[in-house]
Every structure is written in C-alpha cells, then in structure tokens.
C-alpha cells in the first residue's frame, strides 16, 4: 500500500516537471505558434512551489526521486532571477538618474477620479529625470493641457506626448514621455489593426550621448466586470463555469496573441535602431513569457539588478504579478529600485542608475 501511494505521489511529481519545461518553453515560443504555453508561463510561479513541495518530499523520504524536480529547478534559475530577487532596494545617494515608469490608468478619469496630484508628489519626491506614462488622458482646460501641467509641476523641461487615435469624444488618449534632458527625436511605432495599445519612443540627450527610450503599452486581456466576478466567485452551475471558462480563455488566446504580433513589431524596430535604447513600460506580461524574454533580450532588468520579492506592479486580481519593467542598455549600473502603489492599478515603479565610465 505504501508503494502504491509512493507511485502515485511520483506520478503526479512527473506532471508538475513537465508542466515546469513547458512553463520554461513559454519564453521561447510564440503565442502565434502555440499560445497555450502562455498559461504555463502565467502558472510559472505555482509549479514551482509545486515541485519545490515535491523535491522536499522525497528528501524527507531519502529518495532519489527529489533529483528530479531538483533539476528542472536548477535547468530555470535563470527563469527564478527575474522572477524573485532578494536584495535591498535602499536608494543611494549618488543616483546619476532616475528612472520611472508608471500605467496611470487614464488617472481615474472614468472613476469620478483626477489623481495627477499625487503622481506629482511621487515624482518630484524620487527626484524623477525620465518618466515614461502610459495610459495618459490629456485633458484642455483654462491653465493649459495635462501634460502642460504636469511639466511645470515636476519642473521637467521636455515632454512629448503622443496621441493614439481611438475615437475618444473626451481628452486625448495615448502616452507621454516626461525628461530633465533634451528631447532630440520622436516617432510611433505603429502596431497593426484596431488596438488602444502602443509603443513610442524618445531620442534623449543624456551627457554626451544619445539614447532611445522606448514607452511600451502591450496588448492587455481586456477583462470585463463579469470575468473578474467570476474569477472571484466561480458559479456553481457546471454548464455556467464551462461557457465563461470559455469566453475567458479565448480573451486570453486573443491577447496573448495580439502582444506576440506587437512585440514582433517592436523586435522590427529594434534591428534598425542604431543608438543604446532603454524598454519601459506595461508588458501586460510576467518575467515568464514571450514578451519579456524578446523584448528584454541585450538588456539589464532594474528589478533583477536592485529589487526584492516578486517585484508585484499589478493590483488586481488577475494577473498579480509584475507587468510593468524598466530596462535599460548594459553600460549603465542599477543603484536602486522601488514600486510605489499610488491610486492606479498599477505601482509607479523607479530606477536609479549610473553611466559606467562616470
């Protein structure tokens, strides 16, 4: 009996490394190809406590069978760094400049909310030289526009803002890049078909050299009230959870999909670009997964540099994890990092950083 039940402990032991590889495989193969690897990446975090349970079991048991899960851990320690980190993010003294990144949510606009206020505070608080928006609603009134006000605020002498044309009636919607150094160059990199989301960089002046900085606004799942309802509360009747199992899915397959397509278009981009470039913004994606793997490729991770835990920038129900990243060329050195929970779903997430040779 008891070499029954051992078996069967393996047997299921056997699934979860196998649902681990392909959690791995997730950031090599694209949503266009099989698109339900994207799962298994989204999952990453629970197979691997999955077989982190496994691999103590077995040791408890003095079996070798731990070797197995032991190993599929050891093949994705790359995976694990980006992931989890446990370093302080203390901020330094020396910050040569700071970076921040922030999915403002149109500032609670459709909420009955106006949050600039606090966003302003978060920014000149963290002394901010770069800050990339997105989901920026750009409102005129009597003083001026929303980004006229937000640059005298924080004191930035540069902005640009770019506009996405998506039929709006109230405000321009799109997204603005907010910089203490001159602003040489601008452009939209265009994604196909219908979509509020998008990608636009800046050329920055930074001491005596050049540097791209890309604001980046991947696909998200578009999730309505109701899947959100019944993530939360899942109903009782089966033929129920089936029919809105399936319209989440196929949301997902959609979005995984559409960011693979945008992300294509962003690595297009990248191969012209002659000048070290900076990837800032909301991926819609966790470490694990195509997005993050393509687009970070050549590139420092600030939280894999400076941060501590699972970085979360998400808050809400689905998915937790950290979405939203500053990455950054490989002649710079990370000094600090630090996510801000302010009004939005999402966290103001900072950078300090300095130019190696400085």
């Not at 070499?3 to 791995?24: C, D, E, M």
């Amino acid at each position: 009996m008891r070499n029954f039940f051992k078996r069967f402990v393996f047997s299921f032991n056997i699934i979860a490394i196998i649902l681990l590889g392909g959690a791995y495989l997730s950031a090599f193969i694209s949503p266009t190809e099989a698109w339900m690897f994207a799962l298994l990446g989204l999952a990453y975090p629970f197979l691997l406590l999955l077989n982190i349970f496994f691999a103590i079991f077995w040791l408890a048991q003095f079996k070798w069978y731990a070797l197995f899960s032991i190993g599929i851990m050891l093949l994705g320690i790359s995976f694990f760094n980006s992931s989890f980190q446990f370093k302080k993010h203390t901020k330094e003294a020396d910050d040569k400049i700071v970076v921040s990144s922030y999915n403002v949510g149109l500032f609670g606009y459709f909420q009955s909310k106006w949050y600039t206020g606090e966003m302003v505070e978060a920014i000149k608080k963290n002394g901010t030289d770069i800050l990339c928006i997105q989901e920026f609603l750009n409102l005129k009134g009597e003083n001026g526009t929303t980004v006229d006000s937000i640059k005298k605020a924080c004191g930035f002498p540069y902005s640009y803002f770019q506009k996405l044309a998506d039929g709006r009636k109230r405000g321009e919607y799109g997204m603005a890049v907010f910089s203490r150094y001159p602003i040489e160059k601008t452009e939209l990199v265009h994604f196909d078909g219908l979509t509020g989301n998008m990608c636009m960089y800046a050329d920055l002046k930074i001491d005596t050299g050049t540097y791209r900085v890309y604001n980046v606004h991947l696909q998200s799942f578009k999730f309505k009230k109701q899947d959100y309802q019944f993530i939360k509360d899942m109903p009782e009747d089966n033929d129920e959870k089936i029919k809105r199992s399936k319209g989440l899915l196929n949301r997902m397959k959609n979005a995984y999909i559409k960011r693979a397509e945008q992300v294509e278009e962003i690595k297009k981009h990248i191969a012209e670009t002659t000048i070290p470039y900076f990837m800032i913004g909301d991926f819609n994606d966790p470490p694990m997964s195509y997005s993050y793997h393509a687009l970070s490729s050549g590139l420092k991770d600030a939280f894999v540099e400076n941060g501590s835990g699972m970085g979360k920038t998400y808050i809400g129900i689905m998915p937790n994890f950290r979405i939203d990243y500053i990455l950054f060329p490989k002649n710079f050195d990370g000094l600090h990092y630090e996510t801000i929970k302010l009004s939005s779903d999402h966290s103001l997430v900072s950078a300090g950083l300095k130019l190696k040779n400085e």
